[in-house]
């Protein structure tokens, strides 16, 4: 009797592996760029165009660079066990956008039976791409750089501040910033390569691969990422919302990961801390007409180093944790 519950026992864990082998082998719709690869030549490979690709991807240029994962359409053949729930999952679609694209009038799927699997397209505006935090979580992962990032700017724009924000005019703000950057301040773009809206939403502007601009200096910028967060944050105006404070929290754990930082003065810097004549990191030690309020004195506690060590970087921390957690 003891043989045979072993051997019971056994055999549904086989069953167990081997199912769990089936749904890790079924095909990627993330296709590794190679050395050769161009835009044009994946685009046809995959039957859809380059237009369509940036939208899938969030390309703000042409080419793109080996090793860089893209998602791309492709077919997908129906397999015993297959779940709309299951594909959901693995191809990071919505069930309705699987059977909108296939044309479905319900959840049932047969063996063999042949889906279309199309990537959902990016917001996108020029070069300017706004994203909800999960997909920034993919474009971040996807994407490689050829610049060495080893500090990230924390900002505040003041003005625009949450009275201009009208939940839907997220591209009028970018535009808005980029034009005053071009014009007045004779920028080549916008100054920030990266933005955070009122509603948690993200937006990637400047490339990563070019430095930041602006008056915290070009020691702070030549290795920086520049994150402008939608927001008067100084004490008595703006008060942060909970989506945008989670989705800081959640951006800066990301990018400490994808770049190898550890939350720290030395990684995650206000620009309350750089001297607006001199360009030098002063930190705490500096004459008020010496330095801005940015990111604001009221920015997650205060935007001075003990604020940022005290209530800040924790939180980095612990996310940063949360999300290793569930990787592979």
């Known amino acids: 009797m ?12 086989c069953l167990v592996i081997v199912a769990n082998s089936a749904y890790a082998q079924r095909p990627s719709n993330l296709y590794e760029v190679k050395p050769d690869d161009t835009l044009s030549k994946i685009a046809q490979k995959y039957h859809t165009s380059i ?8 390309l703000q240029a042409n080419t793109v660079t080996e090793g860089q994962k893209l998602l791309v359409p492709i077919t997908y053949t129906v397999r015993s066990g297959d779940t709309l729930k299951h594909l959901s999952s693995t191809f990071q679609l919505s069930s309705e956008a699987i059977k909108k694209a296939n044309r479905l009038s319900s959840d049932q799927l047969q063996k063999g039976q042949q889906l279309r699997i199309v990537p959902k397209k990016l917001s996108m505006h020029g070069q300017h791409i706004v994203m909800t935090r999960e997909q920034f979580k993919t474009w971040l992962e996807n994407n490689t750089f050829n610049r060495k990032i080893t500090l ?9 501040s949450y009275k201009d ?9 970018l535009e808005g910033m980029e034009n005053f950057h071009r014009k007045n301040m004779n920028w080549k773009t916008i100054a920030q390569n990266l933005t955070t809206f009122p509603d948690g939403t993200i937006a990637v502007s400047r490339p990563f691969n070019i430095a930041p601009e602006g008056s915290i200096g070009n020691k702070a910028n030549d290795a920086g990422l520049m994150i402008e967060n939608i927001g008067n944050f100084d004490i008595g105006h703006d008060v942060m919302t909970k989506e945008q404070k989670d989705t ?11 770049f190898g930082l550890t939350p720290s003065i030395d990684s995650i810097t206000y620009h309350h801390w750089w001297n607006l004549k001199t360009g030098e990191r002063v930190l705490d030690n500096a004459k008020s007409f010496d330095v801005k309020t940015c990111p604001g004195t009221g920015f997650f506690g205060g935007n001075t180093t003990t604020s940022a060590k005290k209530y800040f970087y924790p939180l980095i921390q612990k996310k940063m944790n949360e999300i290793s957690s569930t990787f592979e």
């Open 248 to 258: 800081i929290v959640y951006m800066t754990a990301l990018l400490c990961l994808k």
């Open 152 to 160: 990230i700017q924390h900002h505040h724009t003041w003005l625009p």
């Open 165 to 173: 924000f009208t939940g839907n005019n997220h591209f009028a703000m």
């Open 51 to 58: 237009a369509d690709l940036k939208l899938y991807n969030g």
């Open 2 to 13: 003891k043989k045979h519950f072993l051997l019971i026992i056994c055999l549904i864990y």
